[in-house]
């Protein structure tokens, strides 16, 4: 069965919006567990654009899944993640000018740097995960550093037109995917994931966990927190079913 972590973060960029106490992010990860979710994630960015200290500390003690904390692989935010001890550390890029984390983990770029990260969060108990592109350069070396796993940054897949463009990306996403289970890692996958391109995504095999924030903040506008992720738990369930043969046609998303 494939986890899903509930990204929590847009909930307090619309409380920073106004700089006060609601919407609070703690009380929405209570009804995103209570909607199926099996984690929670958050980023805690240098900068505090949106998740603060207080919130994650706050969700260390309330979550009853799994918490998994995005990191810059900087000296202050990995000595708040060893002092917190998440579920789960998941090692990002981070720029002070991108809305949005924008792209993988320049693992051949900082080699030295990630593995020390890795390795102070590992001795402390703490599974690690690389957020990285699909790309077979960055995912061969994330063995090398000693994470536990690998996230695929699925946004380029999701922001490609349907047709050709889509499934060109789906393939890098499958031979990614297939470079990570052979280095005996974990697969996750995120960013951009929706009710329909999850689908495509769900199906890839091996995959054990799908970190969705956006859209279902977005669905929950309307739905109530609660339903938005039940509503995206049963079509990730529904979605990794038995994978296609080799050599079959990869299914439609639906």
């Known amino acids: 069965m494939i986890r899903l972590g509930v990204n929590i973060d847009h909930v307090a960029t619309l409380r920073q919006a106004r700089g006060g106490r609601e919407p609070d992010p703690v009380w929405a990860a209570v ?30 003690e ?23 001890r998440p579920h789960q550390v998941t090692f990002v890029p981070e720029r002070r000018q991108e809305v949005t984390t924008e792209g993988g983990l320049d693992l051949l770029s900082q080699r030295d740097r990630v593995a020390e990260a890795v390795s102070r969060c590992s001795d402390a108990g703490i599974e690690v995960s690389l957020f ?7 995912v061969e070396a994330a063995s090398s550093v000693g994470t536990s796993a690998v ?45 329909e391109n999850v689908i495509d995504v769900a199906r890839i095999p091996g995959m054990r966990e799908l970190n969705i924030g956006h859209s279902i903040v977005s669905r929950a506008v309307y ?32």
């Open 31 to 60: 009804l995103a567990e209570l909607g199926g979710a099996d984690g929670i994630t958050v980023h805690l960015r240098e900068d505090r654009r949106h998740i603060q200290d207080r919130d994650l500390r706050l969700l260390r």
């Open 62 to 84: 309330t979550v009853r899944t799994r918490l998994n904390l995005e990191a810059a692989v900087a000296p202050e935010i990995v000595a708040i993640a060893l002092e917190v």
């Open 132 to 138: 990285l592109d699909p790309d077979p350069r960055q």
């Open 223 to 254: 739905l109530g927190m609660e339903r938005a992720v039940a509503e995206m738990r049963r079509v990730i369930r529904e979605a990794s079913g038995p994978a296609p043969t080799p050599g079959s046609p990869w299914p439609e998303a639906g």
């Open 151 to 195: 996230e695929l940054h699925t946004g380029r897949f999701a922001d490609a037109p349907e047709g050709e463009p889509r499934r060109r990306e789906l393939e890098a996403l499958l031979e990614a995917a297939r470079l990570v289970r052979e280095a005996g890692l974990q697969l996750h996958a995120g960013h951009g994931l929706n009710l």
